[in-house]
């Protein structure tokens, strides 16, 4: 499960995986959720885009497919910037895999058409991926994140 937290003046998103019967932590969880990826988008800094969960909504489902959490953002309470972020992590140890921004080089108004991530569940078959966007999806296939 995802949370959300304000610690101090910063706001924070950490992936936990709980045992069901007792509530502990188990992986070494929770972990920290950050990532990083070029761009010159809306927020960026030498070009570089940050996930940044003030401005980032974790409003749809996680999907486990193959040992992979995956999980999707759109952004918060509809204000810009617009970007929508996929994340995937190792199931079994919470590892970072992979990390992707659906606007990292726009973010505004004008280029938020394809980067919120709807609140609809990302959906897999195979190595491919779907993730529901507003007003359409994107799709990408992949071999691994």
Same mark, same amino acid.
């Given at each position: ?37 070029? %761009?010159?988008?809306?927020? @960026?800094? $030498?070009?570089?885009? =940050?996930?940044?969960?003030?401005? /980032?909504?974790?409003? *749809? ?45 726009? %973010?505004?108004?004008?280029? @938020?058409? $394809?980067?919120?991530? =709807?609140?609809?569940?990302?959906? /897999?078959?195979?190595? *491919? ?17």
């Amino acid at each position: 499960m995802i949370t959300k937290t304000q610690e101090g003046p910063d706001v924070v998103e950490r992936l936990h995986a709980l045992d069901i019967t007792t509530g502990a932590e188990k992986f070494g969880g929770p972990v920290k959720i950050q990532a990083t990826v070029p %761009g010159q988008g809306t927020n @960026s800094s $030498n070009g570089l885009l =940050s996930f940044d969960p003030r401005t /980032a909504h974790q409003r *749809a489902g996680l999907l486990f497919v193959n040992g992979v959490v995956y999980i999707a953002w759109g952004s918060f309470a509809d204000t810009p910037p617009y970007h929508g972020w996929v994340m995937a992590y190792d199931g079994n140890t919470l590892q970072q895999l992979g990390a992707f921004a659906t606007t990292p080089n726009g %973010g505004n108004l004008d280029c @938020s058409a $394809n980067s919120t991530i =709807s609140a609809a569940t990302p959906s /897999a078959q195979s190595a *491919a991926m779907t993730v529901p966007s507003k007003p359409a999806a994107f799709h990408c296939t992949a071999e691994k994140p």
